[in-house]
């Protein structure tokens, strides 16, 4: 035996989701190549606000690798995503750690709420308008076996 497990393996960045909803916190800094401790403390946060919010059954609250979207000269800014089967994901960027994470919850509650998680810039709560760096349609992936989301 080679040692090697038989069957699909998890790859360094996949992310269990057990939740209907994920919200990927990056802890992982491509710019010093070490983990992000701006991140981990904001993952630690974060779930706690989901949960004090009433959302914890509805938010997987994960910490993920790099999710390239920080820009290193603006100090320690953080990286969140959210995602979920069916929904449009968005990324935002330059998320203070130690900013109130009253829009981050209030992001949450609304994107929960929609059927497809699209909405409008002028949707979002005021803090995250100016670090949006994505809305991604919702993927509709087709194989030989049929549609898969």
């Known amino acids: 035996m080679d040692g090697n497990p038989k069957g699909p393996r998890a790859r360094p960045y996949s992310?269990?989701?057990?939740?209907?909803?994920?919200?990927?916190?990056?802890?992982?800094c491509k710019h010093k190549g070490d983990d992000c401790k701006p991140g981990f403390e904001l993952l630690k946060k974060l779930r706690a606000a989901i949960s004090a919010a009433g959302l914890g059954d509805a938010f997987e609250v994960s910490g993920t690798a790099c999710l390239a979207g920080?820009?290193?000269?603006?100090?320690?800014?953080?990286?969140?995503?959210?995602?979920?089967?069916?929904?449009?994901t968005w990324l935002f960027g330059d998320i203070d750690p130690d900013q109130p994470l009253d829009d981050l919850v209030a992001?949450?509650?609304?994107?929960?709420?929609?059927?497809?998680?699209?909405?409008?810039?002028?949707?979002?709560?005021?803090?995250?308008?100016?670090?949006?760096?994505?809305?991604?349609?919702?993927?509709?992936?087709?194989?030989?076996?049929?549609?898969?989301?």
């Open 15 to 28: 992310v269990a989701q057990s939740a209907p909803h994920q919200i990927l916190v990056c802890k992982a």
């Open 70 to 88: 920080c820009v290193p000269d603006h100090g320690e800014p953080c990286v969140v995503g959210w995602r979920a089967t069916e929904k449009a």
């Open 107 to 149: 992001f949450a509650r609304s994107y929960a709420a929609l059927p497809d998680g699209w909405m409008n810039g002028q949707d979002l709560p005021l803090r995250l308008c100016d670090t949006t760096l994505a809305r991604i349609p919702a993927a509709m992936i087709v194989t030989r076996e049929g549609a898969i989301q």
